[in-house]
Nanobody, 127 residues
Framework: VQLQASGGGLVQAGGSLRLSCVAS????????MGWFRQAPGKEREFVAA????????YYADSVKGRFTISRDNAKNTVYLQMNSLKSEDTAVYYC?????????????????????WGQGTLVTVSS
């Protein structure tokens, strides 16, 4: 699976952005999808995940209630709607695909669970 993330940019605190990640190469609908982020000098951290069927989602506590993950299997695309952005949301955001297909809470937060990764898109939130 090849993943191409887009939609990053510069936004003021309190604003919104929607990230997209388009998949190609294999059957997108078989994969659970996740979003991770990595701020300068920090480790990559989990943001959100969605199951192959769109029935299960899981969020990091830091983004719960502000971010929404969704997918459109007909378009081979997963989205991350980010609202009420804060300066601490500044990071490179990566999408990832998990061939296991399901979201099982905390296990979906582990980077090793994901088989494929996109190149990342930079989100900068100014305060």
């Amino acid at each position: 699976v090849q993943l191409q993330a887009s939609g990053g940019g510069l936004v003021q605190a309190g604003g919104s952005l929607r990230l997209s990640c388009v998949a190609s190469g294999r059957t997108f609908s078989n994969y659970a999808m996740g979003w991770f982020r990595q701020a300068p000098g920090k480790e990559r951290e989990f943001v959100a995940a969605i199951s192959w069927s769109d029935t299960n989602t899981y969020y990091a506590d830091s983004v719960k209630g502000r971010f929404t993950i969704s997918r459109d299997n007909a378009k081979n695309t997963v989205y991350l709607q980010m609202n009420s952005l804060k300066s601490e949301d500044t990071a490179v955001y990566y999408c990832a695909a998990d061939s296991g297909g399901v979201v099982r809470g905390p296990s979906s937060t582990r980077t090793r669970k994901y088989d494929y990764w996109g190149q990342g898109t930079l989100v900068t939130v100014s305060s």
